[in-house]
């Protein structure tokens, strides 16, 4: 669907720009010696309005040239700036909740071409921490968001039990040292966000989150917990389900590596959700081309009350400002 709307943006921008030429450099100065033919021929005889209506200029040839100027921006600002996305579901709470409305740096990671990706001018490379936009490699029409983990070369190691992250940087030769980065978490404590269920089919696990003040409750709902992770320079919050079962026979099995274990090749990146029990991300299929990189999320300009699927029953303004 994004890529539709980015061909369909190229195509009318495209059109309108042919016809704007056209109309300022051929048409126009046709309408203007007719007119200035009929005014020679005239004198004073024919005013302005009626002059105006002898070469008029067609409907169709001003709502273009007029449309022409304002798909130009659009264009130029998603395409290259800054595109706006929604939060569709609540795989990357709780730093982004369902119903933000978020704003994408697009040239963090390369100048793209709009239509196919293709980096035209490099400009950086996710950062460990960052929280990126991609292309889901196994349906590139489908914009999925989480936070990089792995970069290339580094062996990522992820224990379901103690839900916790193990991050071996690449050394010389592209190869994961023994040294581990410096992984660590605060204790783990009950989070303001509630969970409710309507059943589990073997791929989703919940529905929908609430936030409700500790010591609230709801009928059938769990409350997640959480605490801070820090991945090197940067630290976050995570959610979990601390009654979840392991998952990892679900996970990936990249060829040669220990289950729960990924080394990132290079040119890719390792992804995941802070909603660490809700989050559909690398663990389960694995790397991210660099190719398939959209941007780099930067800022929330609005964000309403909202559950996956259901429409928004009010505004948080409060969430409006820089992503942390």
């Known amino acids: 669907m994004a890529n539709m709307f980015a061909l369909i943006l190229v195509v009318a921008t495209l059109l309108t720009g042919i016809i704007w030429c056209i109309d300022k450099f051929k048409w126009a100065p046709a309408r203007r010696e007719k007119r200035a033919a009929v005014q020679a021929q005239t004198g004073d005889a024919v005013d302005a309005k009626a002059l105006e209506k002898i070469a008029k200029q067609p409907g169709w040839v001003e709502t273009a040239a007029s449309v022409f100027p304002v798909l130009l921006v659009v264009l130029v600002v998603r395409s290259f700036i800054y595109e706006p996305f929604q939060i569709p579901s609540g795989s990357m709470m709780p730093t982004l909740l369902i119903g933000d409305f978020i704003l994408v740096e697009k040239f963090a990671y390369g100048i793209k071409d709009p239509i196919t990706q293709t980096t035209l001018i490099p400009t950086g490379h996710p950062k460990r921490g960052d929280i990126a936009v991609f292309k889901y490699p196994k ?33 010389e030769g592209a190869k994961p040292c023994d040294k581990a980065l410096p992984v660590t978490y605060s204790d783990v404590r009950p989070s303001d966000f509630i969970q409710t269920f309507n059943g589990f089919d073997g791929n989703e696990t919940g529905s929908g989150f609430w936030q409700v003040p500790q010591g609230g409750e709801m009928k059938g709902g769990l409350r997640l917990a959480t605490r801070k992770e820090t991945l090197g320079e940067v630290t976050h919050d995570i959610l979990l389900v601390t009654e979840a079962q392991s998952q990892a026979s679900m996970y990936y099995q990249q060829p040669g590596q220990a289950q729960s274990t990924w080394v990132v090749p290079q040119g890719q990146y390792f992804m995941m959700g802070d909603n660490r029990d809700n989050s559909a991300d690398s663990r389960y299929w694995g790397f991210v081309p660099e190719r398939n990189l959209v941007g780099k999320a930067t800022a929330i300009w609005m964000s309403f009350e909202k559950q996956e699927g259901e429409w928004p029953t009010g505004v948080r303004l409060s969430r409006i400002g820089g992503i942390h």
């Open 139 to 171: 349906d590139p029409s489908l914009d999925y968001i989480k936070r990089v983990v792995g970069l290339p070369g580094d062996r990522v190691t992820y224990d379901p039990l103690s839900k916790t992250v193990t991050i071996n940087p690449a050394c």
